[in-house]
């Protein structure tokens, strides 16, 4: 262990001999991979200041100029892809070819997005009678981003980004459980000539988190976290009337009609809950099949499913890694015995596997095996809580009306799919489910051009494509008289 994790102020890594601690596990073997130092009050404070100074160099910069170090940022990135992927992977359990394919390309797709596009962002004239009126989006100041375990560089950039295009300057507090990447991407930023402080990054816990949300200097918070996470947010934001963007939890439809193509919905079912260990918040765990293909349908997902490879997320042949921690395997588990005991059949899977698929010892990590439940209700547990596991409730169907109904009986709204040959049947029924995120004859595709993010209690706003930008602004309206005051005095 000879890694210290370390806030990241105005340009550089800073520590803090005084500093709480706590060790950082890698998932898939419970080995220490470093030591992380929680941000003290006086770091929050500094973090406050140097992003200040920033975002007065960096809002009077062009978009073009603002641009040129997101795209450089982007590059990078790029150009340390291994390096970097296999930081994710150590922290977070994820298998490498995921980090390699999804992680660090996804971050540096929104830096090279929002780059491409800040030197577009631009007001509106407005033509009027001896006058004239125009708009300008400004930025809004310093902007604290806060996020989950799960897709720790993603996040960061996704947040970073936009907000950095618009000329904010951003602080970034990573989840206590994966501190690693949110350093490399402020390093990218650095080297790519911003200037110190624009991207700061605090370490810690929730209570981290809380302080920046309540900090005067803070104008907006964007969340990536659970539902609970995101109420406590948006109460203290409220308090001060902050600009909030909240990416939160969900429990997602995947409806599968009779006439689709099988295994494309088979695909996307094991997509929709068994990529990064099931850890994915517009998961569709709720697979409601059509009862004519029900039985088909099922055998070629236990199947297909049993073939998963699990084991070292290090290796490029493994499909499924570890999950973050011993504590939330835990609560994977009891999501389980829940699920048994409810009367759910456990058709496969949902146990801690001791050897990987070339029969290496994977004891001691945090490995669970891909769960599929059969002979579900809507009203078990299993199929209304968020697991955040590879854990994937198939529940039967009989007619399009039905499935709308039970598909939408939920407080969240992230996301949802069909699988359906008939465009009209898509369509129509993509309508009407209430999410905000949503796939036909796909799941959890993500382009940075496409805007994301959830309806009921599964968030507020969006994040990438040019959506964003209306969420990192302020608009300026001003009105230039060309004639003499009217005057009634
Ligand atoms: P949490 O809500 O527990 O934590 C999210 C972040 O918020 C962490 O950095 C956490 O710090 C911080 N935090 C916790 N309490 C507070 C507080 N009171 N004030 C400010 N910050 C706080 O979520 P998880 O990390 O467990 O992530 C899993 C959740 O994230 C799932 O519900 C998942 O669906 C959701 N998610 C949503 C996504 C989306 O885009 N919609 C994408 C990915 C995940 P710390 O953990 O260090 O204590």
Known sequence: MNTTYS??????????????????????????????????????????RSSERAFHIWKNKTGAERGRVLIKAAQILRSRLEEIALIETNDVGKPIFESLAVDVSSAADALEYFGGMAATIHGEFVDLKNAFGYTRPEPLGVCAGIGAWNYPIQIAAWKAAPALACGNAMIFKPSELTPATAIELAKAFMEAGAPPGLFNVLQGDGKVGARLVDHPGIAKISLTGSVSTGKKIFTSAASQLKRVTLELGGKSPLIVFEDADIHNAVSAAMLANFYTQGEVCSNGTRVFVQRKIFDSFLMQLKNRTEKIRIGDPTDPETQMGALISKVHMEKVNRFIESGKSSGATLLTGGVRPKKDFKGRDISSGNFVTPAIFTNCDDSMEICKEEIFGPVLSILSFESEEEVIDRANNTPYGLAAGVFTNDIKRGHRVIHQLQAGTCWINNFNITPIELPFGGYKQSGQGRENSLAAIQYYTQLKSVYVELGNVESPY
Do not use: C, H, M, R
């Not at 800073?14 to 006086?42: F, H, M």
């Open 7 to 48: 806030q990241f102020i105005d340009g550089a890594s800073t520590s803090n001999a005084n500093s709480e601690t706590w060790i950082n596990y890698n998932p898939a073997n419970n080995k220490p991979l470093g030591e992380v130092s929680q941000a003290s009050d006086e770091d929050i404070e500094a973090a406050v």
